[in-house]
Protein backbone atom coordinates (compact mmCIF):
# COMPACT_ATOMS: atom_id res chain seq x y z
CA UNK A 1 0.00 0.00 0.00
CA UNK A 2 1.30 3.29 -0.72
CA UNK A 3 -0.21 6.59 0.51
CA UNK A 4 0.53 9.16 -3.04
CA UNK A 5 -0.45 12.21 -0.84
CA UNK A 6 1.47 14.90 0.05
CA UNK A 7 1.83 15.84 3.68
CA UNK A 8 2.13 19.13 4.43
CA UNK A 9 2.03 21.38 8.11
CA UNK A 10 -0.18 23.92 6.03
CA UNK A 11 -2.72 21.79 5.05
CA UNK A 12 -2.97 18.94 7.77
CA UNK A 13 -4.05 21.26 10.39
CA UNK A 14 -0.91 21.24 12.62
CA UNK A 15 -1.19 24.67 14.53
CA UNK A 16 0.13 26.59 17.53
CA UNK A 17 -2.24 26.27 20.44
CA UNK A 18 -3.71 22.76 19.04
CA UNK A 19 -5.22 21.28 21.81
CA UNK A 20 -5.88 17.37 21.28
CA UNK A 21 -9.03 15.64 22.63
CA UNK A 22 -8.19 14.01 26.00
CA UNK A 23 -8.17 10.01 25.68
CA UNK A 24 -7.72 7.15 27.85
CA UNK A 25 -4.44 5.16 26.98
CA UNK A 26 -3.44 1.80 28.47
CA UNK A 27 -0.30 -0.44 27.96
CA UNK A 28 -0.92 -4.33 28.34
CA UNK A 29 2.12 -6.54 28.69
CA UNK A 30 0.65 -8.40 25.47
CA UNK A 31 1.63 -5.00 23.71
CA UNK A 32 4.62 -4.18 25.53
CA UNK A 33 5.71 -7.83 24.54
CA UNK A 34 4.73 -7.52 20.65
CA UNK A 35 6.72 -3.96 20.42
CA UNK A 36 9.42 -5.02 22.01
CA UNK A 37 10.26 -8.05 20.36
CA UNK A 38 10.44 -5.81 16.95
CA UNK A 39 13.47 -4.47 18.86
CA UNK A 40 14.92 -7.87 19.66
CA UNK A 41 14.03 -6.62 23.65
CA UNK A 42 13.18 -9.62 26.08
CA UNK A 43 10.15 -8.07 28.35
CA UNK A 44 11.25 -9.42 31.31
CA UNK A 45 13.65 -7.02 32.05
CA UNK A 46 10.66 -4.44 32.86
CA UNK A 47 8.59 -7.06 35.01
CA UNK A 48 5.10 -5.55 35.70
CA UNK A 49 6.18 -2.15 34.87
CA UNK A 50 5.61 -0.25 31.43
CA UNK A 51 8.87 0.54 28.86
CA UNK A 52 7.50 4.76 29.00
CA UNK A 53 8.46 4.77 25.52
CA UNK A 54 5.00 3.24 24.33
CA UNK A 55 3.65 6.30 25.37
CA UNK A 56 5.06 8.39 22.74
CA UNK A 57 3.30 6.15 20.20
CA UNK A 58 -0.27 7.53 22.28
CA UNK A 59 1.68 11.13 21.28
CA UNK A 60 1.49 9.96 17.15
CA UNK A 61 -2.12 8.67 17.99
CA UNK A 62 -3.20 11.63 19.13
CA UNK A 63 -2.92 13.45 16.05
CA UNK A 64 -4.33 10.73 14.06
CA UNK A 65 -7.58 10.16 16.32
CA UNK A 66 -8.47 13.62 14.96
CA UNK A 67 -7.57 13.03 11.26
CA UNK A 68 -4.32 14.44 11.09
CA UNK A 69 -1.89 12.95 8.52
CA UNK A 70 0.93 11.29 10.42
CA UNK A 71 2.34 9.75 7.03
CA UNK A 72 6.12 11.32 6.50
CA UNK A 73 6.16 12.30 10.24
CA UNK A 74 9.79 12.33 11.43
CA UNK A 75 11.23 12.49 15.06
CA UNK A 76 13.65 15.20 15.46
CA UNK A 77 13.83 15.63 19.67
CA UNK A 78 11.93 13.91 22.55
CA UNK A 79 12.36 14.69 26.27
CA UNK A 80 10.71 12.51 29.10
CA UNK A 81 10.12 13.39 32.04
CA UNK A 82 9.27 10.53 34.88
CA UNK A 83 8.54 11.14 38.27
CA UNK A 84 7.00 7.86 39.47
CA UNK A 85 6.85 3.81 37.51
CA UNK A 86 4.12 3.23 35.39
CA UNK A 87 2.59 -1.05 35.66
CA UNK A 88 1.00 -2.61 32.94
CA UNK A 89 -2.63 -2.48 32.31
CA UNK A 90 -2.50 1.15 34.22
CA UNK A 91 -4.90 3.62 32.66
CA UNK A 92 -3.91 6.85 32.22
CA UNK A 93 -5.71 10.16 30.26
CA UNK A 94 -3.18 11.50 27.83
CA UNK A 95 -3.55 15.46 27.52
CA UNK A 96 -1.68 17.33 25.04
CA UNK A 97 -1.12 20.06 22.47
CA UNK A 98 1.16 21.66 20.11
CA UNK A 99 3.21 24.71 21.16
CA UNK A 100 4.94 25.94 18.05
CA UNK A 101 5.06 25.61 14.50
CA UNK A 102 7.88 26.41 12.53
CA UNK A 103 8.60 26.34 8.59
CA UNK A 104 11.38 23.95 7.16
CA UNK A 105 12.57 23.56 3.60
CA UNK A 106 10.85 20.35 3.73
CA UNK A 107 7.76 21.16 5.83
CA UNK A 108 7.43 21.90 8.89
CA UNK A 109 8.63 21.65 12.39
CA UNK A 110 5.88 21.30 15.62
CA UNK A 111 6.66 20.98 18.59
CA UNK A 112 3.71 19.04 21.06
CA UNK A 113 4.13 18.58 24.85
CA UNK A 114 1.87 15.99 26.49
CA UNK A 115 1.03 14.99 30.16
CA UNK A 116 -0.42 11.66 31.39
CA UNK A 117 -2.46 11.67 34.11
CA UNK A 118 -3.65 8.93 36.63
CA UNK A 119 -7.42 8.77 37.67
CA UNK A 120 -6.10 11.10 40.68
CA UNK A 121 -4.64 13.76 39.29
CA UNK A 122 -0.85 12.43 39.16
CA UNK A 123 1.14 13.04 36.84
CA UNK A 124 4.21 10.45 36.38
CA UNK A 125 5.16 11.13 33.02
CA UNK A 126 5.10 14.26 30.45
CA UNK A 127 6.65 14.45 27.15
CA UNK A 128 7.57 17.16 24.59
CA UNK A 129 8.70 16.18 21.36
CA UNK A 130 9.14 18.01 17.83
CA UNK A 131 9.05 16.26 14.31
CA UNK A 132 9.48 17.09 11.03
CA UNK A 133 6.41 17.09 8.88
CA UNK A 134 7.81 16.55 5.50
CA UNK A 135 6.32 17.27 2.29
CA UNK A 136 6.97 15.46 -0.34
CA UNK A 137 7.24 18.06 -2.74
CA UNK A 138 9.52 19.69 -1.11
CA UNK A 139 11.82 17.44 0.26
CA UNK A 140 12.24 16.01 -3.56
CA UNK A 141 13.31 19.34 -4.42
CA UNK A 142 15.51 20.45 -1.39
CA UNK A 143 19.04 20.51 -1.65
CA UNK A 144 21.21 19.34 1.29
CA UNK A 145 22.20 22.33 3.23
CA UNK A 146 25.94 23.79 2.31
CA UNK A 147 28.35 21.72 4.00
CA UNK A 148 30.74 23.56 7.04
CA UNK A 149 34.13 22.46 6.97
CA UNK A 150 34.25 20.43 10.68
CA UNK A 151 37.18 18.73 12.01
CA UNK A 152 36.34 14.86 11.82
CA UNK A 153 35.25 13.66 15.29
CA UNK A 154 34.77 10.44 16.34
CA UNK A 155 30.92 9.73 18.07
CA UNK A 156 32.14 7.48 20.87
CA UNK A 157 35.38 9.21 22.22
CA UNK A 158 34.97 8.64 25.52
CA UNK A 159 32.13 6.24 25.41
CA UNK A 160 31.94 2.74 26.21
CA UNK A 161 29.92 0.07 24.10
CA UNK A 162 27.41 -1.35 25.54
CA UNK A 163 25.21 -3.01 23.13
CA UNK A 164 24.16 -3.50 19.44
CA UNK A 165 21.99 -4.21 17.31
CA UNK A 166 20.55 -5.27 14.01
CA UNK A 167 17.56 -3.72 12.01
CA UNK A 168 15.22 -5.88 10.03
CA UNK A 169 12.67 -5.04 7.89
CA UNK A 170 9.70 -7.05 8.62
CA UNK A 171 10.39 -5.86 12.34
CA UNK A 172 10.88 -2.05 11.28
CA UNK A 173 6.99 -2.38 9.46
CA UNK A 174 5.27 -4.16 12.36
CA UNK A 175 7.03 -1.99 14.78
CA UNK A 176 5.21 0.86 13.21
CA UNK A 177 1.99 -0.63 11.99
CA UNK A 178 -0.53 1.29 14.50
CA UNK A 179 0.64 4.65 13.15
CA UNK A 180 0.48 3.73 9.72
CA UNK A 181 3.31 6.23 8.89
CA UNK A 182 4.36 4.44 5.45
CA UNK A 183 8.07 6.05 5.68
CA UNK A 184 8.68 3.06 7.88
CA UNK A 185 7.67 0.12 5.83
CA UNK A 186 6.90 1.24 2.54
CA UNK A 187 10.49 1.80 -0.06
CA UNK A 188 8.34 3.97 -2.38
CA UNK A 189 6.91 6.31 -0.36
CA UNK A 190 10.55 6.85 1.67
CA UNK A 191 12.54 7.23 -1.81
CA UNK A 192 9.34 10.17 -2.54
CA UNK A 193 10.60 11.74 0.98
CA UNK A 194 13.77 11.92 0.08
CA UNK A 195 15.30 8.68 1.66
CA UNK A 196 17.15 5.54 -0.18
CA UNK A 197 14.86 3.28 2.54
CA UNK A 198 12.38 3.02 4.78
CA UNK A 199 13.79 4.16 7.86
CA UNK A 200 12.72 3.19 11.63
CA UNK A 201 10.86 5.16 14.04
CA UNK A 202 12.55 7.14 16.12
CA UNK A 203 10.52 5.32 18.90
CA UNK A 204 12.81 2.60 18.20
CA UNK A 205 15.74 3.98 19.25
CA UNK A 206 14.37 5.58 22.56
CA UNK A 207 13.35 1.89 23.19
CA UNK A 208 16.94 0.87 22.77
CA UNK A 209 18.11 3.58 25.10
CA UNK A 210 15.35 2.73 27.91
CA UNK A 211 16.39 -0.93 27.52
CA UNK A 212 20.46 0.07 28.28
CA UNK A 213 18.80 2.36 31.24
CA UNK A 214 16.76 -0.80 32.63
CA UNK A 215 19.25 -3.38 32.46
CA UNK A 216 20.29 -3.56 36.28
CA UNK A 217 16.46 -2.27 37.29
CA UNK A 218 13.64 -0.17 36.21
CA UNK A 219 14.15 3.72 36.72
CA UNK A 220 11.96 4.96 38.70
CA UNK A 221 12.50 8.71 38.28
CA UNK A 222 14.62 10.01 34.92
CA UNK A 223 14.87 13.34 32.71
CA UNK A 224 16.07 12.38 29.55
CA UNK A 225 16.54 15.02 26.18
CA UNK A 226 16.71 12.64 22.74
CA UNK A 227 18.08 14.11 19.23
CA UNK A 228 17.75 12.40 16.85
CA UNK A 229 20.36 13.15 14.28
CA UNK A 230 20.28 10.61 11.20
CA UNK A 231 17.56 8.24 9.69
CA UNK A 232 18.01 4.90 10.53
CA UNK A 233 17.41 2.56 7.98
CA UNK A 234 15.38 -0.16 8.00
CA UNK A 235 18.57 -2.76 7.41
CA UNK A 236 21.26 -1.24 9.00
CA UNK A 237 23.55 -2.23 11.96
CA UNK A 238 23.71 -0.38 15.40
CA UNK A 239 25.85 -0.04 17.97
CA UNK A 240 24.76 1.42 21.04
CA UNK A 241 27.35 3.37 23.55
CA UNK A 242 27.29 5.25 26.91
CA UNK A 243 28.86 6.99 29.44
CA UNK A 244 28.64 6.41 33.21
CA UNK A 245 29.15 9.13 36.20
CA UNK A 246 30.99 7.79 39.10
CA UNK A 247 28.06 5.89 40.98
CA UNK A 248 27.56 3.68 37.46
CA UNK A 249 24.95 5.32 35.97
CA UNK A 250 24.28 6.56 32.42
CA UNK A 251 24.57 9.89 31.77
CA UNK A 252 25.16 9.68 27.75
CA UNK A 253 23.66 7.25 25.36
CA UNK A 254 24.90 7.10 21.74
CA UNK A 255 23.15 5.10 19.00
CA UNK A 256 26.34 4.40 15.99
CA UNK A 257 25.04 3.80 12.54
CA UNK A 258 27.35 1.11 10.52
CA UNK A 259 29.31 4.13 8.73
CA UNK A 260 30.39 4.99 12.12
CA UNK A 261 28.09 8.23 12.17
CA UNK A 262 25.50 9.70 15.00
CA UNK A 263 22.01 8.60 14.43
CA UNK A 264 20.62 9.34 17.97
CA UNK A 265 21.76 10.50 21.18
CA UNK A 266 20.14 11.09 24.52
CA UNK A 267 22.03 12.94 27.84
CA UNK A 268 20.23 11.65 30.92
CA UNK A 269 20.01 14.79 33.24
CA UNK A 270 18.78 12.27 36.01
CA UNK A 271 18.09 8.96 36.59
CA UNK A 272 16.81 7.47 40.25
CA UNK A 273 16.61 3.82 40.67
Known amino acids: MTDTTASTD ?34 AIYGDHVDITHFVLATVLSAKRIGLPVNGRVHMTQRLVLSEPIMLDETL ?12 RRGNIVTSRFEFIRPDGSV ?11 DSSLAEKAQPSPAKAKPATDPTEGLTKIGEKQLVPE ?86 NQDGKLANDAVIDRVEY
Not at 93 to 100: A, F, H, L, T
Not at 248 to 255: E, P, V
Open 10 to 43: ADAGYRAGLVYPEWDFQVTAETQAKKLACCDIDP
Open 124 to 134: PLRAERSSLVL
Open 93 to 104: KVRGEDIKVEPD
Open 171 to 256: KVASYSDEAENLIHSDPETARRFGFRAPIAAGLMAIRFMMEALSKETMPRQLDMQIRFRRPMFWDEKLDIWGRHDDAGKLTTIAIV
